[in-house]
């Protein structure tokens, strides 16, 4: 692979990125709506399955248009753009599931007390 190549692969790979940033931070305030009752009562495993499985389908319409909107970014793009989307939000939602769930020790440890 010649330097131009490895230039074109960097500046790709920034991009992919940076779609998939914004698109968690679009998509996060529907995706927290939709699971926060189920997922505040789950382990930070069984949140991560049930968080990627009710976003998939937001994450990958929303996708789509952003690469349809990109003039630099092809459908080779969307996949990975999807990917690391949906991780992006795993890991925003396993973070709440974890702050939750020690507010919810506190009281229990108040009340005890």
Same mark, same amino acid.
Do not use: C, D, P
């Given at each position: 692979m010649t330097w131009i190549h490895s230039l074109f692969a960097?500046?790709?790979?920034? $991009?992919?990125? #940076?779609?998939?940033?914004? $698109?968690? +931070?679009? %998509?996060?305030p529907w995706v927290?709506?939709?699971?926060? =009752?189920r997922v505040t009562h789950m382990t930070p495993a069984e949140? =991560?399955?049930? !968080?990627?499985?009710?976003?998939? #389908?937001? %994450?990958? +319409?929303s996708?789509?248009?952003i690469v349809q #909107?990109?003039?630099? $970014?092809?459908?080779?793009?969307?996949?990975? !753009?999807?990917?690391q989307a949906l991780e992006s939000l795993v890991t925003l939602g396993q973070a709440e599931v974890v702050k939750h769930q020690r507010q919810l020790r506190r009281e229990q440890l108040r009340r005890a007390a």
């Open positions: 960097f500046r790709n790979a920034r $991009l992919v990125q #940076e779609a998939a940033e914004r $698109l968690a +931070a679009r %998509v996060w927290w709506q939709r699971v926060q =009752r949140a =991560r399955g049930y !968080i990627r499985a009710h976003a998939s #389908e937001m %994450v990958r +319409a996708a789509a248009t #909107e990109h003039e630099t $970014l092809k459908e080779w793009a969307e996949e990975s !753009i999807v990917e």
